[in-house]
């Protein structure tokens, strides 16, 4: 586990990852763009708003400039009155039209997070079993939870706030224009020092999100696996270590967030200092305006709001280029992650599988994890329809790959695995997975009642078809003793249960969806000799009149097998039945005697 393993060099994935963020910046926004169509009205509700409150906030200083000019020498208190009356209709509109707007802009976010949400769990879920092994929980997760909201505001604030900026910008330009061309071309001059300001701020600010995002995403992924890991790093005492560790994700990641911070930090000050000047242009060119009688003191004063209307929406870009650079950071995160293609998938021609027999037949299998460490190694073998086989041998030598191979999580090397004489890979997964049961060490149960994880293998089936399952294995007493019977609530993972209940629900489930074959990883913790019976005898019930590949780990299984096959660094060394393999007084001989001379439940 990587909680305990400390600093590590960037797994393929991680540099994978780093590779294509430049691949995908190109094409971001063409597949961005599509994520707005199911919400598009509601968008559009709110730029038609911003864009209403716009022409209110350009009719003040239109207003003011009247009476400035109109209503004070002589002075016209009808005209003061209209315009007061006219100023508290723009901000009557404002308040008016500012609720509506983020009811809309409400509405379109919850929309557009929820779909993507619900596209990047689909797609997860449909990831292969190998992405799992390779990419930690946590950073599946920041990218499935964190990143998408910070996709919210550049996908639904920005793009409103954008064309509102754009408009104050242009309105403001045409109406300084409109009192005096020298008042523009004064303030136009401060424009391309802002436009080269902003385009190099917007690189280096989303590089600095980008790396915060990463560092975000990594310190997640440590606590997941703490909270995943607690009881062995709690064993091991590791928790000073294993706090260290976290600090220094946090350390990593506060540098990324300040450096990203400090590099922001500057565009704000800068473009401040720009409008203070422009606003000084204005009033030397404005006053000498009103000095040569070109000018009057109400367009003065309306020229003094325009300059804020023209330059506060250059300033309004940084914050707008930081929340896109924040969101196509994480887009580019999420369209990595919806851009992983599963490994396993069904094939163009995939065919059902017929209703088996139960032949197994591993056909002379090449597999390794990585390509250049194999597993298993010319791993040839024969299961009849019926035959119950254990597979025994030290451990890590290959038996749950093989697990992984019947199951097609993983696909072989080289060689085939045959069921009935059909190869996996031509046949529809979902077909395969009716029919292959599997049964796992780490028995895992979904939160929810006994009875809702049963009925997980068999959706239709009635509480009374599934309690007399659990008869029929033997299961029933066990069950009917937790507190609240088969509606007692099983707990996160069913952390509610005792191992053995675990493994009796999992049995039980096993038996409801009636695979002809089932693949049995048996647990290695040790549970009580009465409940140990109880599994035994529902292994049996189980078995019977199916084909089962048990890695064992307790002599019962092994003995109530009808062959042993015992492994050894990926190969077959032994294989037939348990006073056969002890006749021959080998490998399996020598396991079975370090077994009762131990006096283990669990010998292999
Ligand atoms: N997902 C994985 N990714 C990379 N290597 C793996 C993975 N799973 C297993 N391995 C490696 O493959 C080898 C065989 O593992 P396997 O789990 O098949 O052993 P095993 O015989 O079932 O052991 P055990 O009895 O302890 O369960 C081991 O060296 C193991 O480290």
Redesign the pocket.
């Known amino acids: 586990m990587n909680v305990l393993a400390g600093d590590r060099p960037l797994s393929d994935l991680e540099l994978e990852e780093k590779l294509a963020d430049k691949a995908l910046d190109r094409g971001m926004v063409r597949r961005l763009l599509p994520l707005l169509h199911p919400v598009r009205r509601l968008v559009a509700a709110v730029i038609a708003i911003e864009l209403v409150q716009v022409f209110a906030i350009f009719a003040r200083p239109l207003l003011i400039g009247l009476v400035i000019d109109q209503a004070l020498q002589p002075f016209d208190a009808g005209l003061v009155a209209l315009a007061c009356a006219g100023l508290a209709g723009t901000w009557a509109l404002r308040f008016a039209l500012g609720g509506l707007s983020q009811y809309f802009a409400g509405s379109a976010a919850t929309e557009l997070l929820n779909t993507i949400r619900s596209r990047v769990f689909a797609h997860v879920q449909s990831l292969s079993v190998?992405y799992f092994?390779?990419t930690k929980a946590g950073r599946i997760i920041s990218r499935a939870d964190r990143d998408v909201d910070t996709l919210e505001p550049m996908l639904i604030q920005c793009p409103p706030q954008f064309l509102s900026a754009v408009l104050r910008l242009v309105l403001a330009a045409l109406l300084l224009w409109a009192i005096a061309p020298m008042l523009l071309l004064g303030l136009v001059m401060v424009v391309p020092i802002l436009l080269l300001a902003t385009v190099a701020f917007k690189r280096l600010a989303q590089r600095s999100w980008g790396r915060v995002a990463e560092n975000r995403s990594r310190f997640t992924a440590h606590l997941v696996e703490t909270v995943a890991g607690v009881r062995l790093i709690k064993q091991v005492g590791r928790e000073a270590e294993n706090l260290a560790r976290y600090r220094g994700l946090l350390r990593d990641f506060n540098t990324a967030l300040v450096a990203g911070s400090a590099r922001s930090g500057w565009f704000a000050p800068f473009t401040g200092l720009l409008t203070t000047a422009g606003l000084a242009l204005t009033l030397v060119i404005g006053g000498r305006g009103i000095a040569l009688g070109t000018l009057t003191l109400g367009e003065l004063t309306q020229s003094l709001f325009y300059v804020f209307l023209f330059l506060a929406p250059l300033q309004e870009f940084s914050d707008l280029f930081e929340r896109f650079a924040n969101g196509s950071a994480c887009a580019q995160r999420i369209f990595l992650l919806l851009d992983t293609e599963p490994e396993i998938r069904d094939t163009p021609g995939a065919v059902d599988l017929p209703r088996l027999n139960g032949e197994i037949h591993f056909r002379n299998i090449g597999f390794g994890?990585?390509p250049t460490?194999p597993?298993l190694r010319d791993f040839d073998l024969r299961i009849a329809p019926g035959e119950v086989l254990a597979i025994a041998?030290?451990?890590?030598?290959?038996?749950?790959?093989?697990v992984?191979l019947l199951t097609r999580f993983y696909d072989v090397d080289t060689g085939a695995v045959l069921l009935d004489g059909h190869d996996i890979r031509t046949v529809s997964e979902a077909s395969l997975r009716r029919q292959v049961g599997v049964v796992l060490?780490d028995n895992v149960l979904f939160g929810g009642t006994v009875l809702d994880n049963l009925r997980l293998a068999k959706p239709e089936a009635s509480d009374t078809a599934l309690i007399e399952a659990a008869s029929e294995l033997g299961a029933d007493d066990v069950l009917r003793a937790l507190p609240h019977g088969y509606h007692t609530a099983v707990g996160p993972l069913g952390a509610n249960l005792s191992q053995g209940q675990r493994q009796l629900v999992c049995l039980v489930r096993a038996y409801l969806a009636d695979p002809v074959v089932l693949v049995l990883?048996e647990a290695t913790s040790a549970i009580d000799v009465s409940t140990e019976r109880r599994i035994q005898a529902a292994l049996r019930r189980l078995c019977q009149g199916r084909t089962a590949l048990i890695?064992a780990?307790r002599l019962a299984t092994i003995r109530d097998a009808d062959r042993i096959a015992v492994?050894r660094e990926g190969r077959i060394v032994e294989l037939g039945s348990h006073d056969r393999l002890i006749g021959l007084r080998g490998a399996y001989a020598d396991l079975y005697q370090a077994y009762s001379s131990s006096r283990s439940a669990r010998p292999?």
């Open positions: 190998g092994d390779r994890y990585h460490r597993v041998g030290p451990t890590g030598h290959g038996k749950s790959t093989l992984q060490q990883d890695i780990h492994i292999f």
